[in-house]
């Protein structure tokens, strides 16, 4: 077991939860990225968004993974949602992502 296994977890396990738990998949990337290519069925708001939609994201009742291009961006959101009580994760980029969650 790597040293960052140990004090963070497995990374690919805590998706599989939250995938098997029916997490939402937030994608944060802009629009027209978005539009270019995305997760079937992930829902879009774009980072800049993301504070003034807590209250809706609530409401979904689920957990989220976040994700983007590269991990960036939704790493802040991730942050953000955690800080407003959303059990969230940070997906990483899209790809990367799909090809975890077997999509």
Not at 45 to 69: F, G, R, Y
Request: with cysteine; net charge positive.
């Amino acid at each position: 077991m790597g040293i960052f296994s140990f004090l963070f977890g497995n990374k690919n396990e805590k998706i599989k939860d939250f995938q098997n738990r029916g997490a939402i998949i937030l994608d944060v990337r802009s629009k027209a990225e978005y539009d270019s290519g995305a997760i079937p069925g992930s829902k879009h708001i774009p980072l800049p968004s993301i504070q003034s939609k807590v209250a809706d994201i609530k409401k979904w009742n689920k957990p989220v993974i976040t994700c983007c291009a590269s991990g960036m961006r939704s790493g802040s959101a991730a942050a953000i949602l955690r800080q407003n009580g959303v059990e969230t994760i940070n997906g990483g980029g899209w790809l990367n992502l799909a090809k975890k969650l077997d999509l």
